[in-house]
C-alpha cells in the first residue's frame, strides 16, 4: 500500500507555467481519467464532458481538442481485439449464428464502452503534456461575454 507522500513525489502536485511536461505520466493520468497537471482531480464529468477546468489544481482544460480520435483509436483497437477472438471462436467451437452474434455484438460493445473515456482522457492528456491547441498558452483565456 502506496501513502500519499510518495505518490506526490512522483506525481508532483502542479505543473508551474514554461515548467516541462513529462508526456508518459500525463498519459497515464489521462487513462486513469485524471487530471493531467496534478493527477488527482477527475477529468471527465458524465462519462466524455471534458471539464473546463480541474477542481483540484485549476488547470484549464477547455483548450482540448480530442474530437474524432476517441472515436477512431477505439473502433481500432476493438476492431483488432474482436476480429482474431471471433475468427478463433469460430473455429474451436463452430457455434449456431445467433449465438455467435450474440456473443460478439455484446463482446464489442462492452469493449467500446470501456475505451472510448479512457482513450479520449489519454489523448486530452497528450495535448496538455505536448502544449497542443491553447494549452501552452501563459495568459488566461479572454471572457467573451464582456
Known amino acids: 500500500m502506496t501513502d500519499v507522500a510518495s505518490q506526490t513525489e512522483t506525481f508532483p502536485e502542479t505543473q508551474t507555467e514554461g515548467a516541462e511536461r513529462p508526456m508518459v505520466p500525463a498519459m497515464l493520468r489521462g487513462w486513469r481519467r485524471r487530471c493531467p497537471n496534478c493527477g488527482s482531480g477527475p477529468m471527465l464529468k458524465g462519462y466524455l464532458k471534458v471539464r473546463d477546468a ?84 501563459d495568459e488566461p483565456p479572454s471572457d467573451i461575454s464582456k
Not at 54 to 70: E, Y
Not at 71 to 99: N, R, S
Open 54 to 137: 480541474c477542481p483540484v489544481c485549476d488547470q484549464a482544460l477547455h483548450h482540448h481538442r480530442a474530437d474524432d480520435g476517441p472515436p477512431y483509436l477505439t473502433l481500432l483497437i476493438v476492431g483488432h481485439i474482436i476480429g482474431p477472438a471471433m475468427l478463433w471462436f469460430f473455429v474451436a467451437y463452430e457455434p449456431d449464428p445467433y449465438t455467435f452474434m450474440a456473443i460478439f455484438m455484446v463482446a464489442a460493445t462492452a469493449l467500446s464502452l470501456w475505451f472510448l473515456p479512457r482513450l479520449k482522457g489519454m489523448l486530452v492528456a497528450i495535448q496538455w503534456a505536448a502544449r497542443m491547441g491553447g494549452f501552452g498558452q
